[in-house]
């Protein structure tokens, strides 16, 4: 059996005083005067050229009855730039993607002593490898019905207005009983040119758990020299602060905002085995004291080849996912024999943003930009066999948030010359699956939170300082002893997962910085 590699992250919100929330790239109104909230969302992104392709799914907590969503996009949609889709892709992404948390175990010393001589002789290699709208136009309001069409659950509008104060007025008047105050958010969406998607709920057709409902994912494309994010529309449903976080695909490079400051999530820690089951709590304080440290931040928590994971707590994309959530209409998507889509063999890239705002903190709508790819929160040791810290820059990007309860060799240690260092599964059986943290909006998060209680490093990303002394590297040989020997190193081994991605261009790109820059230690 051969030891494994690790990754961690996690998608999370939190909030000491008040009910935690999900960001919007719009605001919900109703027919009557009670107030709808938006507890969760996700967003997806496919970007390419000027191509956007934009999926989200939205919950809403609210009465049953009939409601609509108001979302700002930059040109006129028609029917055909517009449907829906399987909710279970949401969950599928939200899983690939998220924070993880492994478990390993040292594997015996002496037994891989014997093996490393066999490995190195045979000088193995392993490649990591619904009835219309009766909206009406009003020329004195300056709002034009540009669009209207259905599609699913959802009735469908686009408006454009020639100011804010008339669009208020109309949809007022149109029995859509927005917020009061909402005219100064709709002014700069106006001001810049950008229409109004709104779209019209039946609650008949809406499956509702209580008061909340679970809507189907609307996907829309449009064509925009701009890559961004309308979300400050979003405030006006905003109970305090609101979490967002954003899926990028595209082609062979990672995205970051280009009008705030990024920060990568502290990563590679080891953490105590309570972590097991409080793993939601563990992160929430994480990202919680990352932000403090960089206030205003967006929180880069992933980025990885979207059809690879190492190690996977679910399933990695497939081509016909690629197809759902956009890969089908970007400009260089070319139909095979069978009718499908060459998408999958072009190398798309997972990127995965985080970010907290209130109504006080957002002064823009995110702006994305390409970024250089990185590597971090891989099972990968330096030339002096420390673990990888941080976020390095790379030819390509496999970072990720990542964190590792280890349980030292406790057995007798014999041999000559013990191989120390490397993880695997529990004795005699196979390594764990992961565990993904999702739906961390609403993780556990109160006052008495400790983040040394959780972790066994110093995070000195945060200026956090664990008090202990670092422990020893990791050893390929050392002293024979009859007894039980001390904690070692974290070091390791590793696996990986994927989802019938074996590029060669991508093996050999890696390979010759992996053998200059990082040795990966050899699972057992």
Same mark, same amino acid.
């Given at each position: 059996?051969?030891?494994?590699?690790?990754?961690?992250?996690?998608?999370?919100?939190?909030?000491? /005083? &008040?009910?935690?929330?999900?960001?919007?790239?719009? /605001?919900? #109104?109703?027919?009557?005067?009670?107030?709808? *909230?938006?507890?969760?969302?996700?967003? +997806?992104?496919?970007?390419?050229?000027?191509?956007?392709?934009?999926?989200?799914?939205?919950?809403?907590?609210?009465?049953?009855?009939?409601?609509?969503?108001?979302?700002?996009?930059?040109?006129?949609?028609?029917?055909?730039? #517009?449907?829906?889709?399987?909710?279970?892709? /949401?969950?599928?992404?939200?899983?690939?993607?998220? =924070?993880?948390?492994?478990?390993?175990?040292?594997?015996?010393?002496?037994?891989?002593?014997?093996?490393?001589?066999?490995?190195?002789?045979?000088?193995?290699?392993?490649?990591?490898? +619904?009835?219309?709208?009766?909206? $009406?136009?009003? &020329?004195?309001?300056?709002?034009?019905?540009?669009?209207?069409?259905?599609?699913?659950?959802?009735?469908?509008?686009?408006?454009? @207005?020639?100011?804010? %104060?008339?669009?208020?007025?109309?949809?007022?008047?149109?029995?859509?009983?927005?917020?009061?105050?909402?005219?100064?958010?709709?002014?700069?969406?106006?001001?810049?040119?950008?229409?109004?998607? #709104? +779209?019209?709920?039946?609650?008949?057709?809406?499956?509702?758990?209580?008061?909340?409902?679970?809507?189907?994912?609307?996907?829309?494309?449009?064509?925009?020299?701009?890559?961004?994010?309308?979300?400050?529309?979003?405030?006006?449903?905003?109970?305090?602060?609101?979490?967002?976080?954003?899926?990028?695909?595209?082609?062979?490079?990672?995205?970051?905002?280009?009008?705030?400051?990024?920060?990568?999530?502290?990563?590679?820690?080891?953490?105590?085995?309570?972590?097991?089951?409080?793993?939601?709590?563990?992160?929430?304080?994480?990202?919680?004291?990352?932000?403090?440290?960089?206030?205003?931040?967006?929180?880069?928590?992933?980025?990885?080849?979207?059809?690879?994971?190492?190690?996977?707590? %679910?399933?990695?994309?497939?081509?016909?996912?690629?197809?759902?959530?956009?890969?089908?209409?970007?400009?260089? &998507?070319?139909?095979?024999?069978?009718?499908?889509?060459?998408?999958?063999?072009?190398?798309?890239?997972?990127?995965?943003?985080?970010?907290?705002?209130?109504?006080?903190? *957002?002064?823009?709508? *995110?702006?994305?930009?390409?970024?250089?790819?990185?590597?971090?929160?891989?099972?990968?040791?330096?030339?002096?066999?420390?673990?990888?810290?941080?976020? *390095?820059?790379?030819?390509?990007?496999?970072?990720?948030?990542?964190?590792?309860?280890?349980?030292?060799?406790?057995?007798?240690?014999?041999?000559?010359?013990?191989?120390?260092?490397?993880?695997?599964? =529990?004795?005699?059986?196979?390594?764990? +699956?992961?565990?993904?943290?999702?739906?961390?909006? /609403?993780?556990?998060?109160?006052?008495?939170?400790?983040?040394?209680?959780?972790?066994?490093?110093?995070?000195?990303?945060?200026?956090?300082?664990?008090?202990? =002394?670092?422990?020893? @590297? @990791?050893?390929?040989?050392?002293?024979?002893?009859?007894?039980?020997?001390?904690?070692?190193?974290?070091?390791?081994?590793?696996?990986?997962?994927? @989802?019938?991605?074996?590029?060669?261009?991508?093996?050999?790109?890696?390979?010759? #910085? &992996?053998?200059?820059?990082?040795? $990966?230690?050899?699972?057992?």
């Amino acid at each position: 059996m051969r030891a494994l590699h690790l990754i961690a992250l996690t998608t999370l919100a939190f909030t000491t /005083f &008040a009910p935690p929330t999900k960001a919007f790239c719009g /605001f919900y #109104v109703s027919d009557s005067g009670k107030q709808l *909230l938006n507890n969760a969302t996700q967003v +997806a992104l496919m970007r390419e050229g000027t191509r956007t392709v934009l999926s989200m799914q939205n919950n809403y907590e609210g009465p049953p009855e009939k409601f609509a969503m108001i979302v700002p996009v930059p040109v006129v949609l028609q029917k055909e730039n #517009v449907k829906t889709l399987p909710r279970e892709l /949401f969950a599928k992404l939200e899983q690939l993607d998220s =924070p993880r948390l492994v478990e390993y175990w040292e594997q015996d010393p002496c037994r891989l002593a014997d093996e490393e001589k066999e490995y190195k002789k045979k000088g193995e290699a392993r490649a990591s490898n +619904a009835a219309p709208m009766a909206a $009406r136009e009003d &020329a004195s309001l300056g709002v034009k019905v540009e669009a209207r069409f259905s599609v699913g659950e959802y009735d469908i509008v686009v408006l454009s @207005a020639e100011n804010s %104060g008339g669009l208020d007025t109309w949809l007022r008047q149109e029995k859509y009983n927005i917020p009061a105050g909402a005219e100064p958010y709709l002014r700069p969406y106006v001001a810049e040119g950008w229409r109004f998607f #709104v +779209a019209k709920v039946d609650p008949q057709k809406v499956h509702f758990e209580g008061t909340q409902a679970a809507l189907s994912p609307l996907r829309f494309h449009y064509d925009s020299e701009q890559f961004k994010l309308p979300v400050r529309l979003g405030l006006i449903n905003s109970g305090g602060k609101q979490d967002l976080i954003v899926h990028i695909l595209a082609r062979g490079k990672r995205y970051e905002v280009a009008n705030y400051a990024n920060v990568t999530i502290p990563t590679n820690l080891d953490v105590e085995d309570t972590t097991k089951g409080e793993f939601g709590t563990f992160y929430a304080g994480l990202f919680d004291e990352t932000v403090k440290k960089n206030p205003g931040a967006v929180v880069t928590e992933y980025s990885w080849a979207a059809s690879t994971c190492d190690p996977c707590p %679910g399933p990695a994309l497939y081509p016909q996912d690629f197809a759902t959530l956009g890969a089908d209409v970007l400009p260089q &998507a070319q139909p095979q024999r069978e009718g499908r889509y060459n998408y999958w063999d072009n190398g798309f890239t997972l990127t995965r943003l985080h970010t907290r705002y209130d109504k006080a903190t *957002l002064g823009a709508d *995110l702006v994305f930009r390409a970024a250089p790819s990185i590597v971090g929160g891989r099972e990968m040791y330096t030339q002096d066999n420390k673990i990888e810290h941080g976020a *390095l820059p790379s030819p390509y990007n496999n970072f990720q948030a990542r964190y590792a309860i280890r349980h030292p060799w406790t057995g007798a240690i014999a041999c000559e010359n013990p191989r120390r260092g490397i993880w695997g599964g =529990p004795p005699g059986q196979g390594l764990e +699956a992961p565990k993904g943290a999702t739906n961390l909006a /609403f993780a556990k998060r109160d006052a008495s939170f400790s983040l040394a209680s959780f972790v066994r490093n110093d995070i000195p990303e945060i200026g956090f300082l664990k008090g202990a =002394p670092p422990p020893p @590297a @990791a050893t390929t040989a050392s002293p024979a002893s009859s007894s039980s020997s001390a904690a070692p190193a974290s070091s390791g081994c590793a696996g990986c997962a994927t @989802a019938e991605d074996t590029s060669p261009a991508a093996l050999a790109l890696i390979a010759p #910085v &992996a053998i200059a820059i990082l040795r $990966r230690r050899r699972r057992s």
